[in-house]
């Protein structure tokens, strides 16, 4: 079975700064995938980054990237350059790639992070 | 692409009614999910359909509940006989397989946010 922990359940941070959001994952897998989702106040889950287990660089999206470490079996999500549309919260999740799994997503329980001007 | 749209997006009923709940996912996508999130948690997955074949059901998808796709295009999600418990946003993705996709992102909807009363 897989598990996401997101060990931060809110923090604050200062328009125009960075914030790294935590992540730890547990799987017996071999290939799996990485993913963090943005969920504002409107309910939708907005996909943000990807990452591979196989992947040997970190994903990047734009002011999102993610810092994976898979020894650790972390996959923490940096945001560069805060703004204010950022605040949300945001989920970590695993999927499964083999087939026969179906791709569903396992969620963490979310940190919300809050921007100030 | 119009995106994943969920109808409606709240709905308010007394225990023991009957709910149904309906999702149009983006067209060209063969696989359906819907999730489950409860206030302050990650969205937990119920159910998936590859086309019209429903190909695994969540343990937390009790004999209440009944997800159908029957042309492999919009899906329902009916509940009967709700229950406090069932009380949570209902979030339906979808995502297209096969040659040519890069990853495994999940669109999401709105989502459906029922309260039983």
């Known amino acids: 079975a897989q598990k996401i922990t997101q060990t931060q359940p809110g923090m604050f941070v200062q328009e125009k700064e960075a914030v790294t959001l935590d992540c730890t994952y547990d799987?017996?897998?071999?290939?799996?995938?990485l993913f963090w989702y943005k969920q504002p106040s409107s309910g939708e889950m907005i996909f943000l980054i990807y990452q591979g287990s196989y992947d040997e660089q970190n994903a990047t999206e734009g002011r999102y990237s993610l810092n994976f470490q898979k020894a650790r079996k972390s996959a923490n999500l940096v945001i560069s350059a805060s703004q204010l549309g950022d605040s949300a919260m945001y989920f970590c999740a695993m999927s499964q790639t083999f087939k026969a799994a179906g791709n569903k997503l396992t969620f963490g329980g979310g940190t919300r992070v809050l921007v100030k001007p | 692409d119009t995106g994943v749209s969920q109808d409606p997006r709240h709905k308010i009923t007394k225990r023991g009614q009957n709910v149904t709940f309906r999702c149009d996912p983006i067209s060209e996508h063969n696989r359906l999910y819907w999730y489950r999130q409860t206030l302050g948690q990650g969205p937990e997955f119920l159910t998936y359909f590859q086309n019209e074949a429903q190909l695994e059901k969540s343990r937390l998808l009790s004999d209440r509940f009944s997800a159908e796709r029957p042309k492999g295009s919009f899906s329902t999600l009916e509940i009967q006989r709700t229950e406090q418990g069932d009380s949570a946003m209902y979030l339906c993705a979808s995502r297209a397989t096969g040659a040519g996709q890069t990853n495994e992102k999940l669109f999401f909807g709105s989502g459906t946010q029922l309260s039983v009363l």
């Open positions: 799987t017996s897998d071999q290939s799996y995938g």
